[in-house]
């Protein structure tokens, strides 16, 4: 969990990251977000309630956090009862089949953004790691609030204690990898 996130989506956000990911796209930046023995179990909804005190905006990503439906579904169903509506979910899997196996997301989420990253479909988009992502807007009073942050190019990347976060181009992918292998222990 990190805020204030500025990088994925409009507005100062609250980021939370599931850990582990079955999809383990080549050339991931979050390679640290697949084992799902990592990480720290918590309550869904202690921690919806406890965040929801932070922000209004929040972007959802991982891992891949349809890995975990169940604790997810809590969470956003928390995060409703909070009545935060400005909730953006990143997932590796393809729209059509999270529509299909997890329909309440059309009641929770407000912008789903799926597919998995390929690495070699750069793209110019500021909200997506590969041309071949999708955006959809699942409620659709906020399709305004989302159309410059749907519009936006590549932007600079923001470190969150010590946490790059955002989008990175193919180029600032390349360098954080050769940043973290000539720093590493």
């Known amino acids: 969990m990190l805020y204030p996130v500025k990088t994925l989506g409009p507005g100062d956000r609250v980021g939370v990251w599931f850990q582990g990911c079955s999809i383990r796209c080549r050339g991931c930046m979050s390679v640290e977000t697949w084992n799902f023995e990592d990480g720290t179990e918590i309550d869904p909804k202690k921690l919806a309630k406890k965040l929801a005190k932070i ?6 990503s991982g891992g891949e956090p349809f890995d975990q439906p169940d604790e997810l579904k809590k969470f956003l169903e928390e ?23 997890f329909p309440w997301i059309k009641n929770l989420c407000s912008l789903l953004i799926s ?19 999708k955006a959809k807007i699942l409620n659709e009073k906020l399709k305004e609030h989302y159309r410059a942050f749907l519009e936006s190019k590549k932007q600079n990347l923001q470190i969150l204690n010590g946490v790059v976060v955002g989008i990175p181009s193919k180029n600032q992918l390349t360098n954080i ?3 973290n292998q000539k720093f590493s222990c």
């Open 177 to 179: 990898y050769v940043s």
């Open 79 to 101: 995060l409703k009862k909070e009545d935060i509506e400005d909730i953006i979910l990143y997932t590796g899997y393809p729209e059509k089949k999270v529509l299909n196996r």
């Open 55 to 60: 922000s209004s905006s929040f972007t959802i």
């Open 115 to 133: 597919e998995p990253f390929v690495l070699e479909l750069e793209t110019k988009s500021g909200w997506k790691g590969s041309e071949n992502q």
